[in-house]
């Protein structure tokens, strides 16, 4: 059973690892934006800087992050942080 219980902070750090850049923090949601290197594909995606981040906003973040699997999304985030 993969883990879904993630700080808005882990993920933040994790997906500065794999090139996402911190823009700018608007109240207590982290902006990142992230440019892809072949394709120049542009993604904005926005993390609320909350203790525990619930199911459905995780779901709205892997999205944002162009995951097609949120199950493998959520499984690369725990090997990761």
Not at 5 to 10: I, N, T
Not at 40 to 55: F, M, Q, S, W, Y
């Amino acid at each position: 059973m993969v883990t879904r219980d993630f700080s808005g902070r882990d993920i933040v750090k994790v997906l500065q690892k794999f090139g996402y850049n911190h823009d700018r923090t608007s109240g207590d949601h982290a902006i990142l934006k992230y440019t892809h290197p072949v394709s120049g594909e542009k993604r904005t995606v926005t993390v609320p800087l909350h203790d525990r981040i619930r199911v459905g906003t995780l779901q709205s973040i892997a999205d944002q992050c162009g995951a097609n699997d949120f199950h493998e999304w959520c499984e690369w985030i725990d090997e990761h942080r």
